[in-house]
């Protein structure tokens, strides 16, 4: 099968600018999750141990199924897959708005976690083939959109949820609607991009 690697010479910049645009949304909304703490917190009155366990199911869910799913769309890439991935983040942003106790939150935050765990190994598969050869500017540009979803995170719960409490979470959900039309428009852009360079 040809590969976008063997066919174009120059990085496909508009899919880079578009997968590091996805990666700030999804990252931006993972990154909340740490600061809604006090708030969880003060809302189940948890202990430290419970704050500990959000985070674990979280992680599980993040960074272990990582390697599994990457597994997986090597061997059947699905470019379509981060709309799905985004589409369990959503899922875990309405339960963590809605949840009505601890187990729901813990649900919830590792819906979170698979979200992200679907999203980051298909949009770096993706980020790899638009480089044409370039995978350190390639990813350079992939990674940007990470840290400063990673960085604004924080900031936004601490503009919107924080002062508003639990059920504002539900407002976020516009931002995981916002990464799946962008992630949907990549995936499409990125398989016209493979089936024009195989003719």
Sequence with gaps: MTTLVNVSHRPLLPILLALSG???LNDLISSMIPAMYPLLKEAYQLDFTQV???TLAFQVTSSLLQPVLGFVTD???WPYAMVAGMAATLSGLVGLACA???AMVLVSAAMVGLGSAVFHPEAT???RHAAAGQQ????????IGGHAGYRDGPLLAAMIVVPRGQTSIAWVSVVALA???LMAWTGALFRNAQLADCR
């Design 22 to 24: 996805a990666h700030l």
């Design 136 to 143: 350190g500017f390639a990813q350079g540009i992939f990674q």
């Design 75 to 77: 061997h059947k890439p």
């Design 100 to 102: 009505g106790n601890y």
């Design 52 to 54: 500990g366990l959000i």
């Design 125 to 127: 598969r993706m980020a």
């Design 179 to 181: 990464a799946m039309v």
